[in-house]
Nanobody, 126 residues
């Protein structure tokens, strides 16, 4: 069993930065790809960023490339999402996710999520 707890959300002005953290419990953390999804009001949950269990591959939604950076510290069982140059359209609840790699899928794409965090609100004001 894997449990995910996010932190670091909040209110920030456009152009500002936030760093989200996801603390992971469970001895099998290292076997999972990790990622971040987000869900804005009245919209579907969408993939934002992913990272392989070794941290050697990352994957990003096009609209966040160059602004967001995902990283992981396996020794601390923690995943991070550094978000810079935030825009109002980044406003959403951000969810940490863990999933086993899928055969044939793009690395760090998290096409199958096994565990979700409870979410943390990110609000970007204009």
């Amino acid at each position: 069993q894997v449990q995910l707890v996010e932190s670091g959300g909040g209110l920030v002005q456009a152009g500002g930065s936030l760093r989200l953290s996801c603390a992971v419990s469970g001895r099998t953390f290292i076997r999972y790809e990790m990622g971040w999804f987000r869900q804005a009001p009245e919209k579907e949950r969408e993939f934002v960023a992913g990272i392989t269990w070794r941290g050697d591959n990352t994957n990003y939604k096009d609209s966040v490339k160059g602004r967001f950076t995902i990283s992981r510290e396996n020794g601390r069982n923690t995943v991070y999402l550094q978000m810079n140059s935030l825009k109002p359209e980044d406003t959403a609840v951000y969810y940490c996710a863990a999933g086993k790699p899928s055969l044939g899928a793009t690395p760090a794409s998290l096409t199958g999520v096994d565990f979700w965090g409870q979410g943390t609100q990110v609000t970007v004001s204009s």
